[in-house]
């Protein structure tokens, strides 16, 4: 006979729910369609905003549209939200609107700059980002982004909030990439060192930036080196250091007074990425 769990026991209980040891994610569900220049889409799909440090992730539940004003603009818009949001498990309102729109233009093949506006409850950004080449096979590529909500909710039973808070001044973050090479298809190598400078409860989570791997609402200071070798037209093997260390903005506390420790963050990561 199958051996049963009963969902009241504690060792199986978080937060009063019941806990999964098994969870299945829907990436990509989503229909499209293409009026002239403008392209729609909706469902659940995944969206990058800029180079990806506020916004690159799967698994958003929204309606977007790309509307490629001249050869050289073009316009990204989206707006709804997010199923996989761990702060919308427990209540259905506390999955958080999510809209924004990014404009971007290219100079050539290569350079390119824009600029977004967007907002997820409660905080609203503000965000500039560009790349460009430099010499042979350097290039440069960066963004900066601004929140300009300073009044943080305090983090409640359903993990809605930010535990550190007070602090009434802005939050700002940025990186900075020099990279050489370009991992695009089999044979390529491309090697970065990457620049990253967040403020601690820029983000009420880090399940929505591209960077989630080191990038969280404890912020970042500190340098990263990422080697990427591409084994086939599909598959990435990356080497990944950082010395790097946590960013707390004075004045923010817990509900015990507390402050946020800076804490170091020196980390290796090896992956293995393949795209369908």
């Known amino acids: 006979m199958p051996a049963t769990v009963d969902p009241n026991d504690p060792k199986h209980v ?36 800029g180079e990806g440090l506020w916004i690159g992730k799967s698994s958003l539940n ?14 990204f818009v989206g707006y709804g939200r997010d199923s996989q949001d761990y702060l919308a498990e427990n209540e ?12 971007q233009h290219h100079f050539g093949s290569d350079a390119m700059a824009g600029i977004y506006l967007g907002a997820q409850q409660p905080d609203r950004y503000i965000g500039v980002y560009g790349e460009t080449p430099l010499i042979g096979k350097l290039s440069l590529a960066g963004e900066f982004v601004h929140n300009t909500n300073t009044d943080k909710p305090d983090e ?10 007070g602090s009434k001044s802005d939050t700002d973050g ?52 990422v080697l990427d ?19 707390p903005v004075a004045g923010n506390v ?7 420790p800076e804490s170091p963050y ?3 990561y090896v992956k293995f990425t393949s795209k369908f």
């Open 14 to 49: 978080r937060d009063g729910h019941a806990s999964e040891k098994n969870k299945v994610k829907l990436d990509e569900a989503s229909i499209g369609r293409a009026f002239g220049p403008v392209y729609l889409k909706a469902g659940v799909q995944s969206a990058t905003v």
């Open 62 to 75: 929204i309606f977007s549209g790309k509307y490629d004003m001249t050869p050289r603009d073009s316009l």
């Open 92 to 103: 259905k309102t506390q999955s958080r609107l999510l809209k924004f729109v990014d404009y």
């Open 156 to 165: 409640n039973h359903n993990h809605y909030g930010y535990v550190y808070r």
């Open 174 to 225: 940025y990186f900075l990439s020099l990279a050489y090479g370009q991992a695009k298809k089999k044979g390529d190598f491309r090697a970065a060192v990457n620049y990253f400078n967040v403020d601690q409860n820029l983000f009420m989570d880090d399940g929505y930036t591209a960077f989630d791997d080191y990038v969280t609402n404890d912020g970042l200071l500190g340098f990263g080196l």
């Open 229 to 247: 070798y591409m084994t086939s037209n599909h598959t990435k093997l990356s080497l990944e250091r950082y010395w790097a260390h946590t960013k």
């Open 254 to 260: 817990d509900r015990d007074g507390n402050e946020l």
């Open 266 to 268: 020196y980390t290796t």
